[in-house]
């Protein structure tokens, strides 16, 4: 969904539930001098405590894919307490809504917004509305919401994401990284894996640079890069 205009607000369905007056907007924000980004911004009310949705524009999903939400989201500063949760649904009526995100206090700040990742699977083929749902007590500032989307991740076939990914950086700037996980043992819908037959690490979202043949399930696998570059570098395991 991205978010180019003001006019923008009218691909959105806003859901006042409190009924004060105070709820979601599409707004300009000036992030650096001269740089400006267009987000979702929910304007506390000085009268009630929140519970204002927005809902995005119907998105068509299809039962046997698992599906990630992605996000920015902060409150203006910490200063200010913003409490938000994220659902989904197929009408307009989010009471009815399944949840993908329990309410949770937002950190970050209006320049350094965190980035949320919410897996999902659909219930089956259909239209869902997914909804952002400020819940902040009386008398804050603002919440933000911008970079959005929704993307099919694989088949909910496919072995699940690997558990606890994390890159070490090699010693005294050696250009090395140490990569450690343990290998899914479910597959996305949550069924339990007898076999993987591969599982691949890329440095980058594209750059294939090493490849496990015959996984057992659980398996806790370590790699060194030993090409690894200069800076910042992502590794992935998909």
Not at 60 to 84: G, T
Not at 91 to 110: H, I, Q
């Amino acid at each position: 969904v991205a978010l180019d205009s003001y006019n923008d607000s009218t691909q959105f369905t806003v859901v006042d539930v409190n009924q004060d007056g105070f709820s979601w907007t599409v707004a300009v924000v000036e992030v650096e001098m001269e740089v400006y980004q267009y987000r979702l911004m929910y304007e506390g009310s000085p009268v009630a405590k929140a519970n204002d949705w927005v809902l995005l524009p119907p998105v068509m999903l299809e039962k046997d894919y698992a599906y990630s939400l992605s996000f920015d989201a902060s409150p203006y500063n910490q200063y200010y307490s913003e409490i938000m949760a994220v659902g989904i649904g197929e009408s307009e009526d989010p009471s009815s809504f399944s949840t993908l995100m329990e309410p949770t206090e937002l950190p970050g700040s209006f320049r350094a917004m965190p980035h949320y990742d919410l897996p999902f699977i659909a219930d089956h083929d259909g239209a869902y509305r997914i909804g952002f749902q400020a819940l902040s007590e009386q008398s804050q500032m603002v919440l933000f919401v911008t970079e959005i989307s929704a993307e099919k991740i694989t088949h909910i076939q496919s072995p699940a994401s690997a558990v606890g990914l994390v890159a070490n950086p090699g010693a005294e700037g050696d250009l090395s990284a140490t990569i450690e996980f343990n290998a899914p043992t479910t597959t996305y819908a949550g069924e339990v894996l007898a076999a993987i037959s591969q599982i691949d690490i890329y440095r980058g979202n594209d750059e294939l640079i090493a490849t496990f043949a015959d996984v057992v399930p659980g398996q806790h696998i370590i790699y060194e890069d030993l090409d690894a570059v200069n800076g910042q570098t992502t590794y992935t395991v998909p």
